[in-house]
């Protein structure tokens, strides 16, 4: 297992390593761009919990390259291999199968997955706002972002007390639902 004083960098290294000749959807911005949005707002939360920031930069890791589960638990602990298994789409499922035991892992994950989930809205809803596709393909995938905040919500709002900034990443999330025309989200 990594030394936990540079376990965050170590999984920062891992993690772009990894995704290294990955960009996201807009085909320009290299994935770890996405990966650092991520950390940074927790940062700006105020997480200093190591095993968050090292699952925040690990989260697509499962889902997007050919990392496993053990993997991540020989090299970061338990406890980020479960925060990082959380937020990961389940690829050997059916795909009409795999959205509904996303949602309901969403549901049973711990207040740390949900909080690196939030930042992952946020920083996914920003990229959205300005990738190069059409609006209705956009309205499309902001419903679909939103329906996975709507499920942490409640988890959100109760530690919201913990972590006041919350209110300023759902005001920007927000935001980008008015600007497509959707509902915004109450906490």
């Given amino acids: 297992m990594e030394d936990t004083t540079d376990i965050v960098l170590g999984a920062k290294k891992f993690a772009q390593e990894k995704h290294k000749n990955q960009k996201r959807k807009d085909g320009v911005t290299p994935y770890s761009d996405h990966l650092e949005g991520v950390v940074n707002r927790l940062k700006n939360l105020g997480v200093t919990d190591k095993e968050v920031l ?3 930069w690990l989260h697509d890791i499962i889902e997007n390259t050919d990392v496993t589960f053990d993997q991540i638990n020989e090299r970061f602990g338990r406890e980020v291999a479960v ?3 959380s937020l990961s789409k ?3 499922i059916l795909k009409k199968d795999k ?3 996303y949602i309901n892992q969403l ?3 711990s207040f740390q997955s949900k909080i690196i989930k939030l930042c992952d809205i946020s920083a996914n809803l920003k990229d959205l706002a300005n990738a190069p596709i059409s609006k209705n393909q956009k309205n499309k995938q902001i419903k679909k972002i939103l329906h ?4 942490i919500k409640n988890d959100i709002s109760e530690n919201k007390s913990k972590y006041p900034k919350i209110q300023e990443i759902i005001d920007g999330i927000n935001t980008i639902c008015i600007k497509f025309n959707q ?3 109450l906490i």
Avoid: F, G, S, T
């Fill in 148 to 151: 996975y905040l709507r499920i």
């Fill in 107 to 109: 549901k049973e994950a």
């Fill in 83 to 85: 925060i990082v298994l």
């Fill in 54 to 56: 090292c699952a925040a």
């Fill in 183 to 185: 509902k915004p989200i």
């Fill in 99 to 101: 959205e509904m035991q």
């Fill in 90 to 92: 389940d690829q050997n």
